[in-house]
């Protein structure tokens, strides 16, 4: 690979003011968007040596052909012409959206002579006001029923209420008290618009006015001993409170805000987003994003604002944006927000109260739908099939990896090292056929990664029983000797870079099994590696073989911590049961407070005895008992079930 790209500009030629630049390909494509407030600081990171560039970056710059930039005034242009491009041009290397669903929203039709409320996920209707969006269709239409109680505008479609209109006989709807509007012939357009008027001021954010005008007419009416009237007062006081009770007032009244929960890793990220209006959680959307090129935490939340304003109305953009990390250019955001708006707007991160509570939330729901995303993707069948094939291409193999079996280290701090294999059959976990290892002895990750793929292998190679002894061992014996590794594996996947690669071919090699494939994925940025390769494996960060790769590799973390976290429990329980005069409650205060026999062994008698129920005879014993261990605990226990045993398999 050259050191420099043939289309690198000359020295000089690069303007430092404000812009926006475009890679684009040898057809002309526009492959990536950007902006800067030094154009030529910004671009010189691009075509620095191209060892050094990030793997995808480096591959997006080998990809492109030219590069073109566009100068600015000023820093907010900038901004505002690089979100138009990015519309315009769809690059693939800038994040893409992934929204769920097209949410449903309510509407009112402003632009007509007798305005209607309606769901609708049209954003499209000239003069609409838009309320939501809502999570559910049916949250939508709850809402309307309730609203229409109290304040009865029209509900009936345009030509129902033509027809009204025209013939002087109420819509049907109007019929059976489900319209309000002038075509129900109760109220003229003029008063059906003055109704319209408190609707929209009502789902606003002013609900107080009403709430204390209707119950002052309903206490008035009651003195007047008009309890009918009172009674229907009361009534749509009562479908105030159930709108109101819908939504919790989540922050102080009168308070506009959106605030944005983000949950990311090095494919994708997932956004959860609260509309707050008048303190009141008004809408609610998610949006899942793939990012092909690695940007910071600041650079993303930068284009998700660009994306949720680029198109909003005024009224759309409330007073304040809470994020969970500034992005770089946030004053620049905030003149683009307030030149939209025609008013300020501050974008801040909730650091603590009810504004960091709810960003905690967001943030959980976030999480929430990223996990739905990579699940539904490495789940659905089109899906799969695919990954298995891009899998099969990208790593060179003679046929698709159907069996995968992926394997993860853990360890703390140097103790209770661990290994975990998970197994893959058609892209879908087998978790029957999990197994976890004990390792006593070891140097680090690369001979620990050799220890555990060497006793995997070894059961590869053990002779089956004769068909009469199977029969004579019976189906339990038949059954857990499958679990024990019954099949082959096409593929096999180590969590790390190129020296664990290495050590697990070793031990491939060792056990005669070349026709095993290998590869290693390492996190930082998401290379497959393979073994006797100098440069690792790309594959697009919207391919569905790298999401069933992380998938597995992610899994395999987990079954290790968890497997690792037994372990240390079973430790400290097994050392302190054989303490006299202490019981299973004291045992897990310990456990608690301690969290470790390393812990306790380096405590005093004094920090033992602070517990409560360990007084200084009972302190005394433990510190005696700990002292009086070796300083390693015995590893080569028996194992659990699905562990296999610390001492590797002979050959």
Same mark, same amino acid.
């Given at each position: 690979?050259?050191?420099?790209?043939?289309?690198?500009?000359?020295?000089?030629?690069?303007?430092?003011?404000?812009?926006?630049?475009?890679?684009?390909?040898?057809?002309? =494509?526009?492959?990536?968007?950007?902006?800067?407030?030094?154009?030529?600081?910004?671009?010189?990171?691009?075509?620095?040596?191209?060892?050094?560039?990030?793997?995808?970056?480096?591959?997006?710059?080998?990809?492109?052909?030219?590069?073109?930039?566009?100068?600015?005034?000023?820093?907010?242009?900038?901004?505002?012409?690089?979100?138009?491009?990015?519309?315009?041009?769809? &690059?693939?290397?800038?994040?893409?959206?992934?929204?769920?669903?097209?949410?449903?929203?309510?509407?009112?039709?402003?632009?007509?002579?007798?305005?209607?409320?309606?769901?609708?996920?049209?954003?499209?209707?000239?003069?609409?006001?838009?309320?939501?969006?809502?999570?559910?269709?049916?949250?939508?239409?709850?809402?309307?029923?309730?609203?229409?109680?109290?304040?009865?505008?029209?509900?009936?479609?345009?030509?129902?209420?033509?027809?009204?209109?025209?013939?002087?006989?109420?819509?049907?709807?109007?019929?059976?008290?489900?319209?309000?509007?002038?075509?129900?012939?109760?109220?003229?357009?003029?008063?059906?618009?003055?109704?319209?008027?408190?609707?929209?001021?009502?789902?606003?954010?002013?609900?107080?006015?009403?709430?204390?005008?209707?119950?002052?007419?309903?206490?008035?009416?009651?003195?007047?001993?008009?309890?009918?009237?009172?009674?229907?007062?009361?009534?749509?006081?009562?479908?105030?409170?159930?709108?109101?009770?819908?939504?919790?007032?989540?922050?102080?009244?009168?308070?506009?805000?959106?605030?944005?929960?983000?949950?990311?890793?090095?494919?994708?990220?997932?956004?959860?987003?609260?509309?707050?209006?008048?303190?009141?959680?008004?809408?609610?959307?998610?949006?899942?994003?793939?990012?092909?090129?690695?940007?910071?935490?600041?650079?993303?939340?930068?284009?998700?604002?660009?994306? +949720?304003?680029?198109?909003?109305?005024?009224?759309?953009?409330?007073?304040?944006?809470?994020?969970?990390?500034?992005?770089?250019?946030?004053?620049?955001?905030?003149?683009?927000?307030?030149?939209?708006?025609?008013?300020?707007?501050?974008?801040?991160?909730?650091?603590?109260?009810?504004?960091?509570?709810?960003?905690?939330? +967001?943030?959980?729901?976030?999480?929430?739908?990223?996990?739905?995303?990579?699940?539904?993707?490495?789940?659905?069948?089109?899906?799969?099939?695919?990954?298995?094939?891009?899998?099969?291409?990208?790593?060179?193999?003679?046929?698709?990896?159907?069996?995968?079996?992926?394997?993860?280290?853990?360890?703390?701090?140097?103790?209770?090292?661990?290994?975990?294999?998970?197994?893959?059959?058609?892209?879908?976990?087998?978790?029957?056929?999990?197994?976890?290892?004990?390792?006593?002895?070891?140097?680090?990750?690369?001979?620990?990664?050799?220890?555990?793929?060497? =006793?995997?292998?070894?059961?590869?190679? =053990?002779?089956?029983?004769?068909?009469?002894?199977?029969?004579?061992?019976?189906?339990?014996?038949?059954?857990?000797?499958?679990?024990?590794?019954?099949?082959?594996?096409?593929?096999?996947?180590?969590?790390?870079?190129?020296?664990?690669?290495?050590?697990?071919?070793?031990?491939?090699?060792?056990?005669?099994?070349?026709?095993?494939?290998?590869?290693?994925?390492?996190?930082?940025?998401?290379?497959?590696?393979?073994?006797?390769?100098?440069?690792?494996?790309?594959?697009?960060?919207?391919?569905?073989?790298?999401?069933?790769?992380?998938?597995?590799?992610?899994?395999?973390? =987990?079954?290790?911590?968890?497997?690792?976290?037994?372990?240390?429990?079973?430790?400290?329980?097994?050392?302190?049961?054989?303490?006299?005069?202490?019981?299973?409650?004291?045992?897990?205060?310990?456990?608690?407070?301690?969290?470790?026999?390393?812990?306790?062994?380096?405590?005093?008698?004094?920090?033992?005895?602070?517990?409560?129920?360990?007084?200084?005879?009972?302190?005394?014993?433990?510190?005696?008992?700990?002292?009086?261990?070796?300083?390693?605990?015995?590893?080569?226990?028996?194992?659990?079930?699905?562990?296999? &045993?610390?001492?590797?398999?002979?050959?």
């Amino acid at each position: 690979m050259a050191g420099q790209l043939p289309y690198k500009p000359k020295p000089g030629e690069i303007p430092t003011n404000p812009g926006v630049y475009r890679f684009r390909d040898a057809h002309g =494509r526009v492959l990536y968007v950007g902006k800067a407030k030094n154009l030529r600081q910004r671009l010189s990171n691009y075509f620095a040596p191209l060892h050094t560039l990030h793997e995808r970056t480096r591959r997006m710059v080998t990809t492109a052909s030219s590069v073109e930039w566009t100068v600015v005034p000023t820093d907010v242009d900038s901004l505002q012409l690089e979100y138009q491009w990015i519309k315009e041009f769809d &690059p693939p290397y800038n994040v893409r959206y992934r929204d769920d669903k097209s949410y449903p929203f309510m509407a009112i039709t402003l632009g007509d002579e007798a305005p209607r409320v309606m769901v609708t996920r049209n954003r499209r209707i000239p003069g609409a006001k838009y309320f939501g969006p809502y999570p559910k269709v049916w949250a939508v239409h709850d809402t309307i029923d309730l609203m229409i109680k109290v304040f009865p505008i029209r509900t009936c479609s345009d030509s129902s209420y033509k027809r009204a209109m025209q013939t002087g006989r109420p819509c049907f709807p109007g019929q059976i008290g489900k319209c309000g509007g002038p075509c129900s012939h109760r109220v003229t357009i003029e008063e059906h618009r003055a109704i319209v008027d408190d609707f929209i001021a009502f789902m606003n954010g002013g609900d107080e006015r009403f709430t204390r005008d209707l119950t002052a007419r309903m206490k008035a009416a009651a003195a007047a001993m008009d309890y009918e009237q009172a009674a229907v007062l009361r009534d749509k006081l009562a479908s105030i409170e159930a709108v109101l009770n819908k939504s919790a007032l989540v922050l102080p009244e009168h308070a506009d805000a959106d605030l944005f929960g983000v949950a990311e890793d090095e494919l994708s990220a997932a956004v959860h987003r609260f509309v707050i209006r008048g303190g009141r959680v008004r809408g609610v959307t998610s949006t899942t994003i793939d990012k092909e090129l690695d940007i910071s935490g600041g650079d993303l939340v930068d284009q998700i604002l660009q994306r +949720a304003y680029g198109d909003a109305a005024p009224a759309d953009i409330p007073r304040r944006v809470l994020v969970p990390v500034l992005p770089p250019d946030a004053h620049e955001l905030e003149e683009w927000l307030r030149s939209r708006r025609g008013r300020a707007v501050e974008i801040a991160v909730a650091q603590r109260g009810p504004r960091a509570e709810l960003l905690r939330n +967001a943030t959980l729901n976030a999480q929430q739908a990223l996990l739905r995303h990579k699940t539904r993707r490495t789940s659905d069948y089109a899906a799969r099939t695919q990954a298995l094939a891009d899998l099969q291409e990208a790593l060179g193999m003679s046929e698709a990896p159907l069996r995968i079996e992926c394997f993860d280290i853990s360890h703390l701090q140097g103790t209770n090292v661990v290994g975990s294999m998970v197994v893959f059959e058609d892209g879908l976990p087998r978790k029957d056929q999990y197994r976890s290892f004990s390792i006593a002895h070891t140097t680090d990750d690369t001979d620990s990664i050799h220890q555990v793929l060497t =006793r995997r292998l070894a059961h590869l190679d =053990r002779p089956e029983p004769d068909e009469t002894a199977e029969a004579e061992a019976g189906e339990e014996s038949q059954a857990r000797r499958r679990r024990r590794f019954a099949y082959p594996p096409q593929l096999l996947i180590v969590d790390g870079g190129r020296p664990q690669v290495e050590a697990a071919a070793r031990a491939l090699r060792e056990a005669g099994h070349d026709e095993i494939a290998l590869c290693g994925i390492a996190k930082r940025l998401e290379e497959i590696w393979l073994p006797g390769d100098d440069f690792p494996v790309i594959l697009p960060r919207t391919s569905e073989a790298l999401y069933l790769v992380q998938r597995l590799r992610d899994e395999a973390h =987990r079954f290790a911590i968890s497997h690792q976290r037994r372990r240390r429990k079973r430790d400290i329980r097994s050392v302190l049961s054989e303490v006299p005069g202490l019981g299973e409650a004291r045992i897990k205060a310990l456990l608690r407070h301690f969290g470790s026999v390393a812990a306790l062994r380096g405590a005093t008698v004094a920090q033992i005895e602070e517990l409560p129920g360990i007084g200084p005879k009972l302190a005394q014993t433990i510190h005696r008992h700990l002292q009086g261990e070796p300083a390693d605990i015995p590893e080569a226990e028996a194992a659990e079930p699905g562990e296999i &045993p610390a001492e590797a398999p002979s050959a």
